[in-house]
């Protein structure tokens, strides 16, 4: 049974490593940005609950899934696919979006400022998190969660440590018996 548990926590462990990796620290180091998706509109691909970490690029496409700013310079952001490019009459770039699940193009032309970044990678379930949190407490629970691992891999380590005594005291135990055995 205690092999069992073991295990588990160990598979927990990696799990939620895994997830903090993706969501966090990857994210971070590459310059990108973690969203969750709240509505349905790019269902399957993004469902609702998602967390879509966008990164910039230059090099958008149709077909490419992106995130943007409904409003230039306003915080709310959608992720929805390019599904025509055009150039006004000054030679402007704009994009058609579209999400998947829906059956017209977004009725409003995307200018390249409002697009935050093109979808890099997703995390399905992982941006429910992110709703339930504020982002003070987000930054909370992943100290916790640092916090957490260090205090696991120190027990680890005090367990080996604690065993690996008991093992010479039982060596040390062993030789006396025998050298007593042999006078």
Do not use: C, K
Not at 8 to 29: C, D, E, G, M, Q
Not at 117 to 126: C, N, Q
Not at 138 to 145: P, R
């Amino acid at each position: 049974m205690a092999l069992v548990v073991n295990a588990l926590s160990w598979v927990l462990a990696a799990v939620v490593l895994a997830i903090v990796v993706l969501a966090v620290i990857v994210p971070r180091v590459a310059g990108a940005e973690p969203y969750t998706v709240l509505t349905g509109s790019m269902t399957p691909a993004y469902p609702p609950g998602s967390m879509v970490v966008v990164r910039p690029s230059d090099d958008i496409v149709v077909g490419d899934a992106v995130t943007y700013q409904l409003e230039s310079g306003e915080p709310a952001v959608v992720t929805h696919r390019v599904v025509g490019i055009g150039y006004d009459g000054e030679g402007d770039r704009s994009y058609t979006l579209q999400g998947d699940a829906n059956e017209e193009p977004d009725s409003e032309q995307v200018r390249p400022e409002q697009i935050r970044g093109e979808v890099w990678y997703s995390l399905p379930w992982v941006g429910h998190l992110g709703v339930l949190v504020t982002p003070g407490q987000h930054q909370l629970l992943v100290y916790v969660a640092a916090g957490a691992f260090f205090a696991y891999a120190a027990a680890l380590l005090w367990q080996l440590r604690r065993d690996r005594r008991r093992e010479q005291a039982r060596g040390s135990v062993r030789s006396e018996r025998e050298e007593e055995s042999r006078v």
